[in-house]
C-alpha cells in the first residue's frame, strides 16, 4: 500500500512539473511572439514621426499595387517636402528640427484617411500612398495638407516657427513600378512647386498643364460654391447632463460641400487662404440656425442651442446685423455662441465689448477648447464667458491617465470660482463619463452618445 501512494505521489508531482513546465512554455511563446511583432513594427516604423519608413512603405505599395489591380482601383502618391527646412536645423538646432518634423506627421495623420499610408522617406521628406483615388482627388488632398502645414505656427518655449511645404502628386500605373520610381516621378512634381514660388501643389502626370488646368478649375469650383453658399448642411450632437444622460441642447455643426473639404477644419482652411472665412462663417451660421429651428425634434422651447463662431466673424460683423440673424422670438439663453480659444489671436480683450453686446442681448457665449493653449485664464477672466468648455485632449482618456485628471481637477476649481457652466467635450467610454461625475462636472458631449448627425 505504501509503495501504491508513493507512486501516486510521484505521478501527482510529475503532473504539476509538467503543467508547469506548460505554462511556463506558453508564457514563453507569448513574450517571444509579442518580441517578434515588435520587432517586426520596428523594422516597418520611422523611429521619430512613428509613420513607416523605407522599409514599411515598399511593402504597402506592394500590397496597394496588388489590391488597384484586384479591383481596378487607382492609386495616387503625395509627396511632401518642407520649405527652408534647412534653415530651420542650421538656426535652432536638430532638437528643433525633429520637433517640426513630428508636429508634421501629426497633422498628416489628422488630415488623411485611416486607410491612406503616411511614410517618412528621410530628412525632411514624407511620402503618402492614397488608395482609390483619382488624380483629381489626390490634388484637393494635397490642398487639404499643404493647408494644414502652413495653418498655424509651432509655438516653441522661446520661439513661434512658420513651417510651409511644396507638394508633388502623382497618379501611379496599374503595372507595378518600383519605390525608387515613385520617388523619383514625384520628386520631379515637388521641383515643380519649388521652382514656382514653394508652398503649393504641383503634379507629376506628364500633360501636366491639363492636370493643373484641371485642379484649378476644382478649386475655382469650390470656391464659388463657397461665395453661393448653398453647399453648406448642418448636423446636431446633444449637449447631456451626466448625472442622468439626459439631452438638455444641441451643438449645431456646418458641414461644407461634399469631398475633400466637407470638414469644418478643411473647410475653414481653404476659406481662409481665399479670403472667404467671414461669408463663409456667416453663412455656416445660417445653416446652423436654420437647422435648429426646422427640424421637429427641437421642437421643445426651452432647448438650447450652440452654434459656433470665428472671432475675426464677430469682430468683422456688426452686432446688431449678426443678431438679425437669430430667431427674432427667441428667449434669453436659447442660443450659446462659442467661441475657440485656439483662435485666439494675442490678447483678447479686443473681443471684450463685442462679448458683452451678444450677452446683453440673450445670447450666451461659451470659451470652447479650453485646455489646449497657454492663455486660458486670461481669456477667462477678461471675457467672463458664460459657458467653459473643455478641450477634449484633456478630456480622451482620463481615466488612464492621472496626470490630465490632476489638471482638470485643477481647472474644475477655477472655472467654478468664475461662476461659470462647464462642459466637457470629446467623451467616448464609461470611464470618462464617471470620473467627470466624480470631478464635479455636469454636463459632457461626445461619442459615446453617438457621432453628429
Known sequence: MEST????????????????????????????????????????????????????????????????QRQGWNLVAVMLDCDDFDRINASLGHAVGDVVLKEIAGRLRETVRPTDHIARIGGDEFLLLLPDTRLAEGMLVAEKIRLSVAESPLRLASE???????????????????????????????????????????????????????????????????????????????????????????EILSRGPAGAFEMPDDLFRVSCEYNLLTIVDLRCLKTCLNGSLDSNKFADQNTRFHVNLFPSTIIDTP????????????????????????????????????????????????????????SSLESLIILEPDIVKIDRKYVSGIADEPAKARLLRRLVKVVNALGAELIAEGIERRDELDLLLELGIEYGQGWYWGKPS
Open 319 to 374: 452686432i446688431d446685423r449678426l443678431l438679425t440673424l437669430f430667431p427674432p422670438n427667441r428667449k434669453p439663453g436659447n442660443f450659446c455662441i462659442e467661441i475657440s480659444e485656439q483662435q485666439f489671436i494675442g490678447d483678447p480683450a479686443y473681443l471684450r465689448d463685442h462679448v458683452a453686446a451678444l450677452k446683453e442681448n440673450g445670447i450666451l457665449v461659451a470659451i470652447d477648447d479650453v485646455g489646449f493653449g497657454r
Open 5 to 68: 501512494g508513493t507512486a501516486q505521489m510521484e505521478l501527482e508531482k510529475t503532473k504539476a512539473l509538467l503543467q508547469k513546465s506548460e505554462e511556463a512554455l506558453k508564457d514563453a511563446t507569448f513574450k517571444l511572439d509579442a518580441a517578434t511583432s515588435r520587432l517586426e513594427t520596428l523594422a516597418n516604423i520611422d523611429a521619430l514621426t512613428e509613420v513607416l519608413n523605407r522599409i514599411g512603405l515598399e511593402r504597402a505599395l506592394q500590397s496597394e499595387f496588388n489590391r488597384a
Open 160 to 250: 513661434t516657427i512658420r513651417v510651409t511645404a511644396s507638394l508633388g502628386v502623382l497618379a501611379l500605373p496599374y503595372e507595378f513600378c518600383s519605390i525608387e520610381e515613385v520617388l523619383s516621378l514625384a520628386r520631379l512634381a515637388v521641383r515643380e512647386s519649388k521652382l514656382l514660388g514653394k508652398n503649393r501643389v504641383s503634379s507629376g502626370e506628364k500633360h501636366k498643364n491639363s492636370v493643373e488646368s484641371a485642379d484649378k478649375e476644382a478649386l475655382s469650383e469650390l470656391t464659388e460654391k463657397l461665395r453661393k453658399g448653398d453647399c453648406f448642411r448642418a448636423v446636431s450632437m446633444p449637449l447631456y447632463r451626466l448625472k442622468d444622460e439626459s439631452v438638455f441642447g444641441h
